[in-house]
């Protein structure tokens, strides 16, 4: 079998042929520009994945407030310098502590008051009274929460699907008709979200379903799904034909055209991460179980 049909199989999902000449360019995620400080972008995805992995699943079982907000600042810090700084960033460095702040508040509410009637009443309406307990109850679960979801921003903010499953196929040797078919249906997403804007513009141009009105909206959304499904069922024979013109599934193994190794940087970030996260839980989670 030539080089050429042996080619990575995620090139089929457009049924694009690879160019024979020129730089290595990944078909689906577009370059990140970054300065070499932005270390994150330079790492294996699952170095990313399982650093933090040990810390998400030991913070529920912490019950304290002091080692989610070690963790918490801890991510940001390593978030604020290893990614680009973006307004999504900051919208999500702000956004989770709301989160927490409305998981605290909902579970203060809903904690058994007989549980905390020892503590001091902080505010009393009618024959309810809310405890400090309960808001030091439901102040820890929101931290707990939002610690969790700040560690997945880790590899969620600097990770491309496309080198995640290369990584999973790789270095875990997940079969890559799994790890390549799931890549491909994944990018039905964004093929669909262009054909309905092509779809819209058409409609717009003929005049068709024009009118305010939700009767309107229904028949206008209705008037999409045709044309649609018509191109989903013709992209998706488009990819079945690339696939079997490249002979994907036939053999044990492919040629990988863009590799995701494992490097020394990896093994550092991903041991250091993991003893960070024993200091932290060794100075902390002793006074952390109730």
Known sequence: MSEQARLEPADAADGASAPTTGPVVDPYAGPVTHSPVRFLYDLNPLAKIF????????????????????????????????????????????????????????????????????????????????????????????????????????????????????????????????????????????????????????????????????????ARWAGYIVPLLAGAIRHAERVALAMDARAFGAYADRTERHLVPFRTRDTVFLVGFWVVSAVVFWLFFPWGLS
């Open 51 to 218: 650093a933090p992995l040990p810390a998400m699943v030991m913070l529920v079982f912490v019950r304290d407030v002091r080692t989610p907000l070690v963790f918490i600042a801890l991510t940001a810090v390593v978030l604020l310098i290893g990614v680009r700084f973006t307004r999504g960033l900051v919208a999500l460095l702000i956004g989770v502590p709301a989160f927490g702040a409305v998981i605290a508040l909902g579970f203060a509410l809903w904690t058994d008051a007989g549980l905390v009637d020892d503590t001091a009443p902080v505010f009393q309406l009618g024959g309810w009274t809310l405890y400090s307990g309960a808001l030091e109850t439901g102040l820890a679960t929101g931290l707990r929460i939002a610690a969790i979801v700040v560690l997945a921003f880790i590899a969620g903010l600097s990770t491309t699907g496309p080198d995640l499953v290369r990584a999973t196929v790789q270095q875990l040797r997940v079969p890559y008709r799994i790890g390549y078919t799931a890549l491909a249906a994944f990018r039905f997403v964004p093929r669909f979200r262009h054909e309905l804007e092509i779809i819209r513009q058409a409609h717009r141009v003929r005049g068709a379903h024009g009118g305010r009105g939700p009767f309107t909206a229904i």
